[in-house]
């Protein structure tokens, strides 16, 4: 069974430091997803990271993927109350042919103080 | 419209009675899954349809829950006999399908939250 593990669960940054996320799993998986979901609101795709070493980044997120180590990161840089939400790690283990059954991690709460 | 589109946003209900949520995809997103979001559970995989075909159901978690899609569009969960374990907050989501980047990346609607009492 997959098992996909986030680390923290909770963060609290001050505004202006960097913090890193992390998403482990236990599975064979190149096709990794990171999703924001904002209180009582929808998942927002922020990344799919799609083979190892893969790095995507957006403003003051950076997502990186090493799929030998089955490990997935989410950097912060510079963090802005904006970015207060919990984020979702999610990984695909159907190979991407034909449709993506996702099994998430359990999310992280980031607050994000003055 | 532009998003996934669930309705109701809130349903309560009494132990027991049926309930029934409904889900538009995003128009032209041939695939559609269901997940539910819970405290103690996290966010579950429920089912998924491709077109009006349900080829994997391995997340319903008992026979009281049924899933139907009509002309390729609108779903509906229906949860019958609900039972207090069934709160939740039931989010649908669509994409298109195949192979390719885009093509596998879901977008979630806000999600049906339903307290059974």
């Known amino acids: 069974e997959l098992k996909v593990e986030q680390n923290p669960l909770f963060l609290s940054m001050q505004e202006g430091k960097n913090y890193t996320i992390y998403c482990n799993y236990s599975t064979t998986s190149d096709r990794l997803y990171w999703y924001r979901q904002d209180p009582g609101k929808s998942l927002e795709s922020l990344f799919v990271?799609?083979?190892?070493?893969a790095v995507k980044q957006e403003g003051r997120l950076m997502a990186s993927l090493d799929t030998k180590a089955r490990l997935s990161t989410l950097h912060i840089t510079a963090a802005v109350h904006d970015l207060s939400a919990t984020y979702f790690c999610?990984?695909?283990?159907?190979?991407?042919?034909?449709?993506?059954?996702?099994?998430f991690g359990q999310g992280t709460i980031l607050t994000v103080h003055p | 419209g532009a998003g996934v589109s669930q309705s109701p946003s809130n349903k309560v209900t009494e132990k027991g009675k049926d309930v029934e949520l409904r889900c538009d995809p995003i128009?032209?997103?041939?695939?559609l899954y269901w997940y539910r979001q819970s405290l103690g559970q996290g966010l579950e995989f429920l089912i998924y349809f491709q077109g009006n075909s349900a080829p994997d159901k391995s997340g319903l978690p008992s026979d009281r829950f049924s899933a139907e899609r009509t002309g390729g569009s609108v779903s509906t969960l229906t949860i019958q006999r609900t039972q207090q374990e069934d709160s939740a907050v039931y989010l649908c989501a669509s994409s298109l399908s195949g192979t390719g980047i885009a093509k596998n990346i879901q977008y979630f609607g806000a999600g049906t939250r339903l307290s059974v009492l």
């Open positions: 990271l799609l083979s190892n070493g």
């Open positions: 999610a990984v695909d283990i159907t190979g991407g042919t034909s449709y993506g059954k996702l099994t």
């Open positions: 128009s032209g997103h041939t695939a």
